[in-house]
């Protein structure tokens, strides 16, 4: 059993395993600060420069992942996707350390639109995503399903190391080499500066359902919410 005193069990309905939640994080008030005064996860703050945490390329899950995001990304909308020249002049996906990951253009990753870009500041994969949407309702999961599955599922993570799976929050040590360098990790306080992503008015329960459901299917995302409330 875990030893984190943050940690709670809850079945799993389909399995009858248990999983470990970080209730602490759960019932927290997060918010993802994108555009909105976030710093980024550079070693520095960097608040005017609008990258947010796609200041590196996504890590993709395999090469499951790595196909399926290319294929997408070349079928984007131009006028969507500022930097849609890297279809043709290098690719969207490359490979470092054996694993795959999002192209890096002028410092972020390659689907980033820049702040000022006409067809909107942003990942151009969500973005085509939600203009593509003929029905309102299925707005959420388009989204999520656009994207590369570290983008949506952060600041959430599956820790799989132990016995039972845990689900918590990320950690400056989950970015790799480099993220003990970060000048800000939104899931662990205030940046030096100040800024807060602890401020979002209602508990992550709440604001990532969505996420949750997609994470862990709507059974389990059901229970690990009562167990938050």
């Not at 602890?198 to 992550?204: A, F, I, K, R």
């Given at each position: 059993?875990p030893s984190?005193p943050?940690l709670?069990p809850v079945?799993d309905?389909?399995?009858?395993?248990?999983?470990w939640?970080?209730?602490?994080?759960?019932?927290s008030?997060w918010r993802?600060?994108?555009d909105?005064?976030?710093?980024?996860i550079d070693?520095?703050?960097r608040?005017?420069?609008?990258?947010?945490?796609?200041?590196?390329?996504?890590?993709?899950?395999?090469?499951d992942?790595a196909?399926?995001i290319d294929?997408?990304g070349?079928?984007?909308?131009?006028?969507?996707f500022?930097?849609?020249?890297?279809?043709?002049?290098g690719?969207?996906?490359t490979?470092r350390?054996?694993?795959?990951?999002?192209r890096v253009?002028?410092?972020?990753?390659?689907?980033l639109?820049r702040p000022?870009f006409a067809?909107?500041?942003?990942?151009a994969l969500?973005?085509d995503?939600v203009?593509?949407?003929?029905?309102?309702?299925d707005?959420?999961?388009a989204?999520?399903e656009?994207?590369?599955a570290?983008?949506w599922q952060l600041?959430m993570?599956?820790?799989?190391?132990?016995?039972?799976?845990?689900?918590r929050a990320?950690?400056r040590s989950?970015w790799?080499?480099?993220?003990?360098?970060?000048?800000?990790?939104?899931?662990?306080g205030?940046?030096?500066s100040?800024v807060?992503a602890h401020?979002?008015g209602?508990p992550?329960?709440?604001?990532l359902r969505?996420?949750l459901d997609?994470l862990?299917g709507?059974?389990?995302?059901?229970e690990v919410?009562a167990a938050?409330?």
């Amino acid at each position: 059993m875990p030893s984190d005193p943050d940690l709670v069990p809850v079945s799993d309905p389909a399995t009858g395993g248990t999983w470990w939640i970080d209730r602490t994080f759960l019932r927290s008030t997060w918010r993802c600060r994108w555009d909105d005064g976030c710093v980024g996860i550079d070693d520095v703050e960097r608040p005017d420069a609008g990258l947010g945490c796609c200041s590196e390329g996504a890590q993709l899950l395999d090469e499951d992942e790595a196909r399926r995001i290319d294929a997408l990304g070349r079928t984007l909308d131009p006028n969507r996707f500022q930097h849609h020249v890297a279809v043709v002049d290098g690719g969207l996906v490359t490979r470092r350390d054996g694993r795959a990951h999002t192209r890096v253009v002028d410092g972020a990753c390659v689907f980033l639109n820049r702040p000022g870009f006409a067809g909107g500041h942003g990942c151009a994969l969500h973005l085509d995503a939600v203009a593509e949407i003929e029905d309102p309702t299925d707005g959420p999961a388009a989204a999520l399903e656009a994207k590369p599955a570290v983008c949506w599922q952060l600041p959430m993570k599956i820790d799989r190391s132990a016995d039972e799976p845990v689900l918590r929050a990320w950690r400056r040590s989950d970015w790799g080499p480099g993220g003990e360098t970060m000048a800000w990790c939104c899931t662990e306080g205030p940046s030096p500066s100040g800024v807060d992503a602890h401020d979002g008015g209602v508990p992550v329960t709440i604001s990532l359902r969505a996420e949750l459901d997609a994470l862990l299917g709507d059974d389990l995302a059901a229970e690990v919410v009562a167990a938050c409330d």
